[in-house]
């Protein structure tokens, strides 16, 4: 497979509302590694507030020059990038991704059969939509076909198309966030028998959650929880300007603060949020789709997942094992230390991007 990828160098791009994330892998020059990748480049440029939002693309030309400052290719910020094959996300706001069920076997299902049926649960119009699919792992009943739909507005996937061939960038595939993310945090090879995961992507300015079950991704969805929000909160409730709120909740997280009795009242109403959300994405999970498993465990990334306390609060309130995953899993068979780990998981969905670079960038998945 390795050997197969003909984009040598090509890399993972994430864009995010307050960063542009880059991640390059290479196989190891050990003699004897035949397994895995390190990381070659790891590239990071933030962008100022209103650049993106909420994955639309508001000051093209403004991201472009930050772009090329990731690649180098302005300023002294990092040395030029010379590859220009590129695996890139589609932010989760602006996408869509489900298992449907289609009563017909695959072998006799044609494309016309699965856009007729994919259009009963687009929220976008199907002229205006870029969709793409995928037959998993055939279902229990082989008369059924499990089919994984994804989806873009158009308008989406052409600016940032734009922007990147702009920059000199070929974009080999756009890929959906959840795809991503399922790809560096779910473990591989290994089968879930008679268990779902949650993956709770949590970041800045938004979070996601991603149902993982029966060895493949079910749905994903976007949620009302982020960082922002909760140093929001404090501002108002405790009085205080944006920085020191900010490390008021880096340094605390979900625990008392004798010097400030509101403060973790008010966080602990913006979690409630989160636990709210979770338990209505658990709940539709078990009313909308066939064959559930229960899910035992929620993996935890993003910026948030480090906040001290929260992963236990979440698995008090909702039963569930919680902890923040490792993003490295998947790259190398050599252990990780906690500081590499808490950098992947602000590193999650670009790590999943890298790996599709690395191993197989045209392979047809969503």
Request: charged share 20%; aromatic share 6%; glycine share 6%.
């Amino acid at each position: 497979m390795f050997l197969s990828n003909t984009f040598s160098g090509a890399f993972g791009l994430d864009f995010g509302d307050l960063s542009i994330k880059l991640i390059q892998l290479r196989r190891p020059r050990t003699i004897g590694m035949d397994r895995g990748f390190v990381v070659h480049e790891s590239r990071v440029v933030p962008l100022t507030p209103g650049l993106i939002v909420n994955g639309e693309i508001e000051q093209p030309e403004l991201v472009r020059k930050k772009l090329l400052q990731l690649l180098g290719s302005e300023g002294n910020l990092f040395p030029p990038l010379k590859a220009r094959y590129a695996i890139v996300d589609l932010p989760e706001p602006k996408t869509f991704l489900k298992l449907i069920t289609i009563d017909a076997p695959p072998d006799t299902l044609t494309n016309d059969d699965i856009i007729f049926q994919a259009k009963k649960h687009l929220p976008f119009e199907l002229e205006e939509t870029y969709l793409d699919w995928e037959i998993v792992r055939p279902a229990s009943d082989t008369a059924m076909s499990r089919v994984l739909i994804g989806a873009t507005p158009k308008i989406i996937a052409d600016t940032y198309t734009y922007l990147l061939e702009s920059a000199n960038i070929n974009p080999l595939a756009l890929e959906i966030e959840g795809v991503s993310i399922a790809r560096a945090l779910i473990t591989r090879g290994k089968v879930y028998s008679g268990e779902a995961r949650l993956l709770l992507d949590m970041g800045a300015t938004r979070s996601s959650l991603i149902v993982y079950d029966h060895n493949t991704i079910q749905f994903s969805t976007t949620i009302p929880f982020s960082g922002e929000l909760i140093t929001t909160a404090l501002m108002q409730q405790l009085k205080m300007d944006y920085s020191s709120a900010e490390k008021l909740k880096i340094k605390n997280g979900l625990t008392h603060d004798k010097e400030r009795p509101k403060y973790l009242k008010t966080i602990s109403e913006v979690t409630d949020i989160l636990v709210t959300n979770i338990k209505k994405t658990l709940d539709f999970y078990k009313e909308h789709f066939l064959d559930t498993n229960p899910v035992t465990h929620i993996t935890m990334c993003g910026g948030l997942a480090t906040l001290i306390n929260l992963d236990k609060v979440l698995a008090a309130k909702l039963k569930i094992s919680a902890w923040p995953g490792n993003a490295w899993k998947n790259i190398s068979l050599s252990p990780v230390n906690e500081a590499q780990k808490m950098q992947g998981l602000i590193l999650t969905t670009p790590i999943g991007l890298a790996l599709r670079a690395a191993e197989n960038p045209l392979a047809h998945i969503l």
